[in-house]
């Protein structure tokens, strides 16, 4: 099925373990995007991709990895997750057209808890 | 750095009582600013895309509209279903050369039947 899938879509981790969120879109989109999302904070980008092999950082990117090696994937992994990255996140992906971002399109996100 | 400010945080409405909501921006060479509608537990929704001051556009009850500094949201006459959290975004260009997208903390929407 077309679209974009998250998984898992729960998760619960100890301080200090590695986790890694995937982010799967079936629609080719040159740019993804991961966000999380807080009370109080709205959403807020921790890392983004322009294409396979290019990404960047946001606004909150400590303590998170990505990579983008085939168009369709970019996961986020948390190297040694903590307390403070319990939060909601989600993935998203956006086309171009005529050069500008097209509408994003986002995953059901994964609530992250971390004990 | 892009910056976007939604106002007010809550609307609380009346069935039929139509509003607005405001969304101001900085942002360095806008390339677009979106509306999204998020239901909770669930990803943004899109509803809207506007590129230039002037732009307008409408979807059943809804109306964005773009100045050079902000954007509202007309809701007219809206419904329960309406209730929703509301996100404004805005599109900009970092010093790389790629595309960004900042979005505000949203207006979350209540519509009392």
């Known amino acids: 099925d077309a679209g974009i899938t998250q998984s898992p879509r729960y998760k619960i981790t100890e301080t200090g373990r590695q986790v890694t969120l995937m982010c799967h879109q079936t629609w080719s989109h040159s740019y993804m995007f991961w966000y999380r999302q807080d009370l109080g904070h709205g959403l807020r980008l921790i890392y983004y991709s322009a294409a396979a092999d290019i990404t960047d950082k946001g606004e909150v990117p400590d303590g998170y990895v990505v990579s983008r090696s085939k168009t369709e994937n970019f996961p986020l992994t948390l190297e040694s997750a903590t307390r403070s990255q319990t939060s909601v996140y989600f993935c998203?992906?956006?086309?171009?057209?005529?050069?500008?971002?097209?509408?994003?399109?986002f995953g059901q996100g994964t609530r992250l808890t971390v004990v | 750095e892009d910056q976007v400010t939604q106002s007010p945080e809550a609307l609380r409405l009346q069935e039929g009582e139509s509003s607005s909501l405001n969304c101001s921006y900085t942002?360095?060479?806008?390339?677009?600013l979106f509306w999204y509608r998020q239901d909770p537990g669930k990803g943004p929704e899109f509803l809207f895309t506007?590129?230039?001051a002037g732009e307008e556009k409408e979807k059943e009850r809804l109306k964005a509209t773009l100045t050079k500094k902000e954007s509202f949201l007309h809701i007219t006459a809206p419904k329960p279903e309406d209730s929703a959290t509301y996100l404004c975004?805005?599109?900009?260009?970092?010093?790389?050369?790629?595309?960004?997208?900042?979005f505000g903390t949203g207006t979350k929407l209540q519509v009392i039947p």
């Open positions: 942002v360095s060479g806008l390339r677009g």
């Open positions: 506007l590129y230039s």
């Open positions: 998203a992906s956006s086309g171009q057209v005529r050069g500008r971002l097209g509408e994003a399109f």
């Open positions: 975004a805005v599109q900009g260009v970092n010093s790389g050369g790629y595309q960004k997208v900042t």
